[in-house]
């Protein structure tokens, strides 16, 4: 059974980082075409994508958010970090991670083709002095 | 980097509905294309993946299609437990939602 769940501050004040941990079980990222997400959404708007990283430890970011976001991962632990710099009111919203799964295409694991199958409950994170 | 164009951003229909969504890529992005729904307050569940290939567990209602830039969800018939919030996500390089579809009752 494959369960998320992320943890961190639920207050940060703008120009902070914000550190979440996603932490998993039942799976490993030690396994071939494997990978844990990010995802955020802001209240009453849509979903955005963050960041993922792979069983390789390659790791893919959103364009627009880069030059803020750092993960990794430590699999002994089972977990996946994601940092967040210079937090600003408009980056509240709840933050998901969840179990990416790469394509197995022409006889490669991903990393296009990658999809969210299992999410965690979210963590709600307000940015305010 | 594709962005995503869901349409409609919201829709009207009744039980028994057939309910079609479709979402744009701005790019080719072959058939690397994710759908999902998510109810109030909850964390969104996997539909479709890779444009068409229903993920375990969910009715076989739900269908997708497409490639390249245009792709489609359907609901065959639509069913109580389907009013909810539908998002498009592609993964073609990093990866991008659309801006969702809210399925709401006739």
């Known amino acids: 059974q494959i369960t998320l769940k992320e943890s961190g501050p639920t207050l940060v004040k703008p120009t902070q980082t914000l550190t979440l941990t996603c932490t998993f079980s039942g799976f490993s990222l030690d396994t071939s075409g494997l990978g844990v997400g990010w995802i955020r959404q802001p209240p009453g708007e849509a979903l955005e994508w963050l960041a993922v990283i792979f069983w390789n430890d390659d790791e893919r970011y959103s364009p627009s958010l880069k030059d803020r976001l750092t993960i990794i991962k430590d699999t002994a632990k089972n977990q996946v970090v994601l940092t967040m710099t210079n937090m600003d009111p408009v980056d509240a919203g709840t933050y998901y991670c969840?179990?990416?799964?790469?394509?197995?295409?022409?006889?490669?694991?991903?990393?296009?083709?990658?999809?969210?199958?299992?999410w965690g409950q979210g963590t709600l994170v307000t940015v305010s002095s | 980097d594709s962005q995503m164009t869901q349409s409609p951003s919201s829709l009207s229909a009744s039980i028994g509905d057939r309910v079609t969504i479709t979402c744009r890529a701005s790019?080719?992005?072959?058939?690397?294309l994710n759908w999902y729904q998510q109810k109030p307050g909850k964390a969104p569940k996997l539909l479709i993946y890779?444009?068409?290939s229903l993920q375990s567990g969910v009715p076989e209602r739900f269908s997708g299609s497409g490639s390249g830039t245009d792709f489609t969800l359907t609901i065959g018939s639509l069913q109580p437990e389907d009013f909810a919030t539908y998002y498009c996500q592609h993964s073609y390089g990093p990866g991008a939602f659309g801006q969702g579809t809210k399925v709401e009752i006739k």
């Open positions: 890779a444009a068409s």
């Open positions: 969840a179990h990416a799964k790469q394509l197995w295409v022409s006889g490669v694991w991903g990393p296009r083709g990658v999809y969210f199958d299992f």
């Open positions: 790019q080719n992005i072959a058939s690397y």
